[in-house]
């Protein structure tokens, strides 16, 4: 075990910033960390904040964090941003989107990180930042996305109580029609709901989960917020606690710990990985992709002389 793992399992927040770096900017790094720390994980409770950009998700996020840390419980945040263009890097700091907590709280931990151009809401690094928090001994882990709307179903996979939230008077009625981010949601958020409208926004999402397909025995839950003064968010927080006893006393918190599609995802980024390196390579693609655009070759028989070559000919 190296030192700087060994630093984190003791509660260095230092350790654990420079640990997210290396996850976020290595692949390789990422799966040696993992590999180390992963026994020491799956204790913290890891939810979800998504919702289209201007409903607050940062406000309320920090209000959370406050009432968390009332309540004698250590948080990681991990906010995901929209990637600058010249950087790669996320475009909003820590100390922006999250104000209000105390900067000497070591019981708070925050980590902005870029997509980076991954779809989802989310970055590609964003589960395995959080195995970091976990294994910091963080008891809760926040993940807002990044506020791009219907695309955001991802968080869903990774976190085990999923918030929508919608602002009165945004067109946020609009967006609860679409069925997408609607099917994912174990809580919504009116946040604003001291603007009007607020009640209107509650009355469509009743309306809309009639029409949800997923059949749980969970019944989504509306709770209105005004994450600004705060009225109404231990409310909704209890709301997540509540969702939380409902996963441990159906037996259902362990399924969302972890599931096939993440391992899928896992596996298909290796391989591809794998294929475009060393022998192969992107000239090697290259020159494929030149003969299907020249008509030479289609596409899938270039896939099936691709996978031969790899020894992959019964795939």
Known sequence: MTGLIEKV????????????????????????TIKEIFQYTGNAYIIGITGSPGVGKSTLVSEMVRIFRERNQT????????????????????????????PDDAGVFVRSM?????LGGVSVA????????????????????????QVELE?????????????????????????????IGDIFVVNKADHDGADATVMDIHNMLTFRTIKSKWEPQIYKTSAVSGKGVAEFIDGI?????YLKNSDLINKKKYDKEQLLY????????????????????????????????DPYTASENILKEMGLHQV
């Open 75 to 102: 948080v990681g945040v991990i906010a995901v941003d929209a990637s600058s263009p010249f950087t790669g890097g996320a475009v909003l700091g820590d100390r922006i989107r999250m104000h209000r907590h105390k």
């Open 9 to 32: 399992l003791a509660g260095d927040l230092v350790a654990a910033a420079k640990l997210i770096t290396m996850v976020e900017n290595n692949r390789d790094d990422a799966a040696k």
């Open 155 to 183: 968080i869903a996979k990774m976190a085990y109580t999923t918030v929508v939230a919608l602002a009165p008077g945004m067109g946020d009625s609009i967006q609860a029609i679409k069925a997408g981010i609607m099917e």
């Open 241 to 245: 606690e509540k969702h939380k006893r």
């Open 266 to 297: 896992l596996v298909k980024e290796r391989v591809e990985r794998w294929i475009l390196a060393d022998k192969f390579g992107k000239e090697y693609f290259d020159k494929y992709v030149k003969r299907i655009i020249e008509r030479e070759v």
């Open 126 to 149: 964003t589960r395995d930042a959080s195995f970091v928090m976990d294994a910091l001994g963080r008891d809760v882990i926040i993940i807002e996305t990044v506020g791009v709307g």
């Open 114 to 118: 870029a997509t980076r151009g991954h």
